[in-house]
């Protein structure tokens, strides 16, 4: 029987971030996206209180944090007490594949759960970074993206047992890791299913590789072509689907300026060319009602041109980069001043490794660490390394610095660090190697209280280590208040949104002209883009989504 197609957003349509959407239509049953609801998650949980791995699928499923969706889940998640017949009361029908746009995890952070005999779809790119990620992260459930460690009912805890048996889930030491299948945009690069066979525990656990294959031009029988955008991680990438009655596009996160600007140009123009149906279509900056619209803009070459006269402001200082830790984009950036002012990049161990995987997917990443190359800040651990960490050390450990080598003179390194590097700067600033110098913050305004406190802090680190900052700043407002402000005239342009402005966003969909938009990814209501649209003159008509709820058009 041959279905018209359809759409079901389950999460991420009143939210920026956790995308889960279930494109239908025949033979063809494709998630695009699979990520975490921050926003939903931070509504029960905060760093201390955290879903239990010990029971699967359970605290998801029943607060609701994952969709009821038959077939598409780890057989092993969930706990026989609780799901004797796991998933067979649920309607709908397996997923055949999940597509991942980018390696956000508000993107693709529930994978971990996915049945792993479901295909993941994805860029190179997007692969290598996830991989990076879980090999050099913490290991639990929801880490397992690209390799996955089954789980066994147990009855035996930590205390006397359970005395319900059947709903504790335990891992299985001895058991093989085994890698997802991948199915890649664009094919295989060479030498990259080569990395990837690498273990990621060296000797010590089990590990079967699965190599990834070229992504096939029709999926089930839909043709599904991929286009490279630009966001604020590489391999992002937007969807072109041709259903039978129209092509079905979707954004993804994408921005117009930085240095794939042109890609997400080449997609536009595709649309153009095509004119969607449906344009599934993110609004992350659309303004509220009654707001101006967006802060002004400011592009990624502005922001090095920015960042970079503030380095030259602090010579013979340290100056420490704090970005978003998957931003390589910024990370080159910094590469280049450093290099053009004098001075070594210095990274963690963990953006070396990230750098090294990204390599083996695009040559042009530079990974010349070394002595006149970006160097290495040592991180002092006791105990086995882990095989990420002695891989680094093999291939690159003449790049190591500790603290006394930075501080006979600082002026030479442009650090990269973020506040959860601060540990590190006990050891800077004993060795004299942190007064005076700068905290030059480019990344993203804080999201929600929890973020807020988290900058308080790293003011009082920044401060107590004896160093200046740019790009945001505690300040007491008119009530006398500590304030968290981005928006201090010297703070300004030393960070670039990944994502379109509001006139960019109407802008993509005048020149796409699609019949209908579904808007997704964003905090304003589908009224508010009905409205901006009107004004625009621009004729698509606004499909609201509801969690769930099957679209047609
Ligand atoms: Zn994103």
């Known amino acids: 029987m041959h279905r018209a197609a359809s759409l079901t957003v389950f999460d991420g349509h009143s939210s920026i971030g956790g995308t889960k959407i279930l494109f239908e239509q025949g033979e063809a049953r494709l998630l695009l996206d699979f990520g975490t609801n921050y926003k939903r998650m931070g509504e029960f949980y905060e760093e ?32 026989p007490y ?47 970074l996830l991989r990076a990620w879980q090999e050099t992260g913490s290991t639990d459930l929801t ?91 590489y391999g992002a990438s937007a969807f072109l689907i041709e259903a039978d009655g129209g092509l079905v596009a979707y954004s993804g996160d994408l921005r117009r300026h930085g240095e794939l600007g042109k ?127 002695s891989l680094v050390v093999d291939r690159f450990g003449d790049a190591y610095l500790n603290p006394h080598d930075v501080a006979t003179n600082p002026g ?6 973020s506040f959860f590097d601060c540990n590190d700067l006990v050891d800077l600033k004993k060795e004299r190697a942190t007064e005076g110098g700068l905290w030059l913050y480019s990344s993203s305004e804080a999201h929600g209280e929890e973020q807020e406190f988290d900058f308080l802090r790293l003011q009082k680190w920044i401060g107590w280590a004896g160093m200046h900052q740019v790009g945001f700043r505690y300040e007491p ?6 304030e968290l402000r981005f928006d201090h005239p010297d703070d300004i342009g030393h960070h670039a949104s990944g994502h379109a402005t509001e006139a960019e966003l109407l802008e993509l969909i005048d020149r796409a002209n699609p019949k209908v938009i579904v808007p997704v990814h964003t905090e304003q209501s589908p009224q508010r883009y009905e409205e901006l649209l009107r004004a625009k003159g621009v004729p698509a008509r606004v499909l609201a989504p509801r969690a769930g709820v099957r679209l047609t058009w």
């Not at 999940?98 to 693709?108: F, I, N, P, S």
């Not at 030479?412 to 660090?417: A, K, M, P, T, W």
């Open 263 to 389: 890609e997400t140009e080449g997609f536009l123009r595709r649309l153009e060319a095509k004119r969607p149906e449906v344009l599934i279509v993110e609004g992350t900056r659309l303004s509220a009602s009654g707001n101006a619209p967006g802060q002004p803009m400011t592009t990624e070459q502005e922001v090095e041109a920015n960042c970079r006269r503030e380095v030259e402001r602090y010579p013979g200082r340290l100056v420490v980069a704090d970005f978003g830790p998957r931003n390589v984009e910024r990370l080159r950036s910094f590469r280049r001043i450093a290099n053009a002012v004098g001075r070594s990049l210095v990274l963690t161990p963990k953006d070396a490794y990230l750098l090294q995987m990204l390599h083996s997917v695009d040559p042009s990443i530079e990974t010349d660490l070394g002595p006149g190359g970006m160097r290495i800040l040592e991180e002092p651990s006791v105990g086995l390394p882990r095989a990420w960490q």
């Open 143 to 233: 880490s397992e993206i690209t390799y996955v460690g089954s789980r066994t009912p147990t009855d035996r805890g930590g205390g006397p047992g359970d005395s319900l048996p059947g709903r504790l889930l335990q891992g299985d030491r001895e058991a093989a890791r085994r890698a997802r299948p991948f199915w890649l945009w664009g094919g295989v690069p060479d030498g990259f299913a080569e990395t990837l066979r690498r273990s990621p525990f060296g000797g010590r656990t089990p590990f079967e590789a699965v190599d990834p294959v070229a992504a096939p031009r029709m999926l089930g029988d839909v043709p599904v072509e991929s286009h490279g955008v630009d966001h604020s991680v």
């Open 477 to 482: 407002g008119p009530s006398g208040v500590p």
């Open 48 to 79: 201390y209180l955290k879903p239990r791995a010990s029971r699967g699928l359970t605290d998801y499923l029943e607060l609701g944090l994952l969709p009821q969706v038959r077939g598409l889940y780890r057989p092993d998640l969930f706990p």
């Open 412 to 417: 030479r390194y442009l650090l990269c660090f």
């Open 82 to 128: 609780d799901y004797p017949r796991r998933d067979a009361d649920w309607s709908g029908e397996r997923p055949t594949a999940v597509l991942l746009t980018h390696a956000h995890l508000d993107h693709c952070g529930a994978v971990g759960f996915v049945d792993p005999t479901i295909p993941v779809v994805s860029t190179p790119m997007t692969l290598a």
